[in-house]
Structure formats: structure tokens, C-alpha cells
């Protein structure tokens, strides 16, 4: 069995060696023009729990961290890639208290240093592989793929007045989601895992992702402001469709409507409005039921993990799901 | 042997048979907010050079075009990747005559079709691979590599006073040399080639690719407006570090430095100075030194091509290299 101690400890562990990894591994790389901004970039402190996930993936199908170490740092740099271009596509100033690369730099350096992480992200890749390239290549293009779709999507979602819970799902399962499953896919099919095992490792690693991702628009307005790290309440100041919103506006009746018809028509709400909308949310039970997706979510990904014999292998997997949903940031 | 009009035939035919392809590939492919885009930027007529030089390395590698189509459409979908995002890079309201993406549609359009394609181009490169994915993949993953250090390196030269025409050729080689060498590598490797002849395959894919960038920068100056589709001396008023200008500052004597260090000075000159400064690079001989260079490379090139045994095969790629350096646009 797999205390919660030891399995703190083995997460501190890693990833303190991912973090040192991912700081050296663009030094000595020309143009620095170029490679400074990443490094910044790969250097912005993160939970690393998607290079975390695809060792434990890789260890709960037969093999050893070692075998897929440069995986699991290329599926960081394809995340930071993301957060780079999503960064200048939200004009945002700040990432967990940094500033964004186009704020730090500009534009071009936040582009172009987003593109060269992509693509020293496929050369890490690579150093994992061998004869089996093909298909862990093909999981992981599909992962960039679904990613752009699901920005897409989300970018869709800011002018559309409503949004179904089925589009958010797709959405979400694009754009969030689908790193997590790359996570356990990778690993799995570097691990050579029977075609099984790698199916149930990815079913585990999509739903936990959207798990994750709800868990995250909840966090919106439940959280609890200095541990989450932004600012309570955001996403309806930005009129995001969150699955609280679609949610709301599915249940709400001819008294709550008008303001959420008025949200969609604003774009957003006034920071002041934060209170009441948030009272609403609780009057229309949305909150709970937010709890509720996530919970089903996560017991959708526990239940593929019942492929895997070794029972710590297993418990380690399930701790990690247990911390990206009782998270509070 | 192949005669002119015969390589013209099939270079038309398989021109055709490229755009077909590219225009249909994006088809039904959802969200439509994403590859609408992207389809725009993969149907602005270009020369497909870059596809129609795998076709020609793999057939000279003793195989079919039909076993690297998908790839030559991934190396053309690189490309246009590159372009959407440079286009960004450079605020640049015109590629061959369309409105670039970002200004068609907006900034995440641009980013996002931009990152999309190139997501779709290793999908594309994957279908034509099979247990020999590994080094084709590390073949165009380097390419995507160097292109960025090659944009990157370009943007430096905007705040640079000089540049020194080894860096200049270093820049070059990375941001276009390279595309047009991983064109003849990949085709090679995909046909199983021997080291031995995709070595020669890239060295004239690069040697070719480095006359090709000279060859652009002489145009910008001596160029025939219309065919050249870019305003005569457009280098000059963004003032580019071209291969003439870094040629010129070298030769250049007491009486016409100082134009040169205004020009650095200025970031350029006005319009109505390019006849002034067209004369002073005729006076100085740069003209004739690029075309010298251009000569040298396309030798060094065409020097590659020994090694393959067919003679028809190897007069394709001696066309094709013709037609790239002898090209009025």
C-alpha cells in the first residue's frame, strides 16, 4: 500500500528532477534570442503533474521511470508550448505570478518561443523511442492536434450566446483533457503495454482530465482566492462559458434568467457583481452539481485502473487523482 | 534525358495534383473557426517546390512518388506554418498578393491555424511512414528545430549593426536552406536509401536552398517588379541584412560607407533612395558577387548529385535546381 507520505515523497522527488531538468535542458542552446524565453517559460514554476502522470503511467504498465524520463519532460514542453500561445490569444499580463512571455518580451519572441518548445518538445520525444516510434508519435500529434481544436472551440465559445453541456464536454476534453490521456497513452506504449492496459491507462488519464478541468471552473468561485492563485470569480467577469454557467443557464427560471441572458449579452459581469452571481449559482444548485460531474468523472477514471495487478502501481495513480480533484489550487 | 518541356509536363502535373490535395485535405475536418483558416493558407497558389523536390529526391532514391506523397503535402504544411507565423512576425498585410491571416481573420486565428497546421502536417508525415518513423521524424523535427533558430536569428539582425557573412549564411541555412534539405532527406529516407545517398540528397537540397535565399535577396534589387510579385528594393526600406548589403558594407569605400551607416542608422532608407543605392551596389560590385555565390552553391549542389546512378532522375533535380536559381519570382 501506498501511504500518503510515500507518495508525497516520490512526488516531491520527481519533481524536483523534472524541474531540474527542464531548467538545463535549453542551456547552451543558440540563438539565446530564442532559448532564454523558453527557458523562462519551462522555468515558471508548475505542479509538473503531467510529466508526474506519464511516469506513474509507465511504471503501472511494467517499466521504469528511466525509460520514459524524455517523454514525460516532452509532454511538459507541449503543455508549456500551449500556455504560451493561449497566454497572447488571452492577452494575459500574468502566469502564476509571471509575467507572460509577450508581456516579458513581445509578441514575436512569445510566437517563435512557443513554436521552438514544440518542437525540441517532438525532439525529446524521440530520445524515448525506437522501433515502436510510430504509434507513441501518432498519440502525440493527436494530442497537439485536439489541443488547437480545442482552443478553437474555446475561443468559438466567447461570441456564442449559449453553449451545450455536450460542446463544453467536447471542448474540455480537447483542450484540457486530452494531455492528461496523452500522459497515460505515452507512457503506457513506451512501457510496451498490451493494447488493453494502454487503452484503460488513457481512459484513466481523459477522465481525470475532465475531472480536472470542471474542478477548475469551480474553483472559479468556490476557491479559496490565495491558494488558487487568481482572482475568485474571474471567469464570470470574463462571461466564460464554464460548466457552472451552462449548468446555471440550463436550470435557471424566469427570475434568474435575465441575469444570466444579460452576462452573455455584456460579455461578462462588473467584479462587483461577483457576489450575487455566486449567490445564484448556490440558489440554483449548480455548485453541487459541479461536485457531483467531477466525482462521476473520477470514478469513470478509478474504474480503468482495476487492469492494473500491482497494487501500489494502482494506489499511486489513484493518490494522484486524488490530489488534482481535492486540490484547492 | 529530360528535356525542358518534359520536366515542365510533369512538374505541372504534379503541381496540380499537390494543390488538389492540399485544398481537399482540411475538408470536413472540425472546428471550422480553425481549419477554415488554415485551408486559406494551404490555397494561396504557390509554387510547391518543396513538395514537388521530395517527390523528385525519393523517385532519385529508387522509389515511387505514391510512397511519399503524404510527406511531401507535411514538409509543404511546415512550410506554410513557417509563413503564417513569420507573416505575424513581420506585420506583413500581403503574402503572394492574399491578405495574410492575421489580417483576414484576427491574431488567434493566425497563431492557432498556424500551430494547427503544423499539427496536421506530422499526421500527414506519420501516413507514409511505418517501422522507419524514428529518423524521418528526427529529420523534419529538426528542420522545425532550425527554422525557428533561423527566425529567431533573423529577428536579431533588425537590432544588429552588422552581421558577418558567416552568421548571415548560418541564418539563411536554418530558415530556408533547411526546408528545401529535409525535402531530399525525407524523401530519401522514406525510399530506404543508403547513407551514402541521402547524405548527397541533403547536401543538395542545402546547397540549393542556401543559391535559392541569395537568389531572393538579388531579386529584391534587380528583379523584374512585376514577376517578383514584391516591391524592387523592399529590402533596402526595411533595411534587411541581405547578402548584397552585408557584401556592399565589406567593399564598401570611404566615399559610399557612410550611406550604408545612415542606412543602419535609420533602419532602412526611403523609397526614393533605391535607385541611389541600387547604383551604389552596382558600383560596388555586389551584384555580380551574388550572383557568383549563387553560382558556387547551385555547383556545390549540383555536385551531389553523382551518386545517383539514373540519368533521368538525376536530370529532374538538376531542372528543378535550374529553374529555382534561374527563376524571375
Not at 501511504?3 to 516520490?10: I, N, Q
Not at 509507465?58 to 517523454?71: M, P, Q
Not at 481544436?149 to 465559445?157: N, P
Given at each position: 500500500?501506498?501511504?500518503?507520505?510515500?507518495?508525497?515523497?516520490?512526488?516531491?522527488?520527481?519533481?524536483?528532477?523534472?524541474?531540474?531538468?527542464?531548467?538545463?535542458?535549453?542551456?547552451?542552446?543558440k540563438?539565446e534570442?530564442?532559448?532564454?524565453?523558453?527557458?523562462?517559460?519551462?522555468?515558471?514554476?508548475?505542479?509538473?503533474?503531467?510529466?508526474?502522470?506519464?511516469?506513474?503511467?509507465?511504471?503501472?504498465?511494467?517499466?521504469?521511470?528511466?525509460?520514459?524520463?524524455?517523454?514525460?519532460l516532452?509532454?511538459?514542453?507541449?503543455?508549456?508550448?500551449?500556455?504560451?500561445?493561449?497566454?497572447?490569444?488571452?492577452?494575459?499580463?500574468?502566469?502564476?505570478?509571471?509575467?507572460?512571455?509577450?508581456?516579458?518580451?513581445?509578441?514575436?519572441?512569445?510566437?517563435?518561443?512557443?513554436?521552438s518548445?514544440?518542437?525540441?518538445?517532438?525532439?525529446?520525444?524521440?530520445?524515448?523511442?525506437?522501433?515502436?516510434?510510430?504509434?507513441?508519435?501518432?498519440?502525440?500529434?493527436?494530442?497537439?492536434?485536439?489541443?488547437c481544436?480545442?482552443?478553437?472551440?474555446?475561443?468559438?465559445?466567447e461570441?456564442?450566446?449559449?453553449?451545450?453541456?455536450?460542446?463544453?464536454?467536447?471542448?474540455?476534453?480537447?483542450?484540457?483533457?486530452?494531455?492528461?490521456?496523452?500522459?497515460?497513452?505515452?507512457?503506457?506504449?513506451?512501457?510496451?503495454?498490451?493494447?488493453?492496459?494502454?487503452?484503460?491507462?488513457?481512459?484513466?488519464?481523459?477522465?481525470?482530465?475532465?475531472?480536472?478541468?470542471?474542478?477548475?471552473?469551480?474553483?472559479?468561485?468556490?476557491?479559496?482566492?490565495?491558494?488558487?492563485?487568481?482572482?475568485?470569480?474571474?471567469?464570470?467577469?470574463?462571461?466564460?462559458?464554464?460548466?457552472?454557467?451552462?449548468?446555471?443557464?440550463?436550470?435557471?427560471?424566469?427570475?434568474?434568467?435575465?441575469?444570466?441572458?444579460?452576462?452573455?449579452?455584456?460579455?461578462?459581469?462588473?467584479?462587483?457583481?461577483?457576489?450575487f452571481?455566486?449567490?445564484?449559482?448556490?440558489?440554483?444548485?449548480?455548485?453541487?452539481?459541479?461536485?457531483?460531474?467531477?466525482?462521476?468523472?473520477?470514478?469513470?477514471?478509478?474504474?480503468?485502473?482495476?487492469?492494473?495487478?500491482?497494487?501500489?502501481?494502482?494506489?499511486?495513480?489513484?493518490?494522484?487523482?486524488?490530489?488534482?480533484?481535492?486540490?484547492?489550487?
Open positions: 500500500m501506498i501511504t500518503e507520505e510515500k507518495y508525497k515523497k516520490l512526488y516531491n522527488k520527481e519533481r524536483q528532477i523534472i524541474d531540474t531538468r527542464l531548467a538545463s535542458l535549453l542551456k547552451n542552446r540563438p534570442s530564442l532559448y532564454e524565453p523558453s527557458a523562462y517559460l519551462l522555468g515558471n514554476p508548475g505542479k509538473r503533474i503531467r510529466p508526474f502522470l506519464t511516469l506513474l503511467s509507465a511504471k503501472a504498465a511494467g517499466s521504469s521511470f528511466g525509460k520514459v524520463y524524455n517523454a514525460a516532452a509532454i511538459e514542453m507541449l503543455h508549456t508550448f500551449t500556455l504560451a500561445h493561449d497566454d497572447i490569444m488571452d492577452n494575459a499580463d500574468k502566469r502564476r505570478g509571471h509575467l507572460t512571455l509577450h508581456k516579458k518580451y513581445d509578441l514575436s519572441t512569445a510566437i517563435l518561443a512557443g513554436d518548445l514544440l518542437s525540441i518538445a517532438y525532439e525529446y520525444l524521440l530520445k524515448d523511442l525506437g522501433k515502436d516510434a510510430k504509434p507513441v508519435i501518432a498519440t502525440f500529434t493527436r494530442s497537439l492536434i485536439e489541443v481544436e480545442g482552443q478553437s472551440l474555446d475561443k468559438e465559445f461570441v456564442m450566446k449559449t453553449v451545450s453541456l455536450p460542446l463544453y464536454t467536447e471542448m474540455i476534453t480537447k483542450k484540457t483533457a486530452i494531455m492528461l490521456e496523452t500522459c497515460c497513452t505515452v507512457g503506457a506504449q513506451i512501457a510496451g503495454a498490451s493494447p488493453a492496459v494502454v487503452k484503460a491507462l488513457s481512459g484513466f488519464g481523459k477522465n481525470i482530465g475532465i475531472a480536472f478541468q470542471i474542478q477548475d471552473d469551480l474553483l472559479d468561485i468556490a476557491g479559496d482566492e490565495k491558494s488558487f492563485g487568481k482572482n475568485i470569480g474571474g471567469d464570470l467577469v470574463e462571461g466564460k462559458k464554464t460548466y457552472l454557467f451552462i449548468k446555471a443557464l440550463e436550470k435557471a427560471d424566469a427570475k434568474s434568467k435575465p441575469y444570466f441572458t444579460c452576462m452573455i449579452k455584456n460579455k461578462g459581469i462588473a467584479p462587483a457583481e461577483i457576489p452571481y455566486k449567490n445564484l449559482y448556490q440558489e440554483l444548485g449548480v455548485l453541487e452539481d459541479a461536485q457531483k460531474a467531477i466525482s462521476a468523472y473520477t470514478n469513470k477514471a478509478l474504474k480503468n485502473l482495476t487492469v492494473i495487478q500491482d497494487e501500489d502501481n494502482r494506489d499511486l495513480l489513484i493518490r494522484l487523482a486524488n490530489h488534482l480533484i481535492k486540490r484547492t489550487n
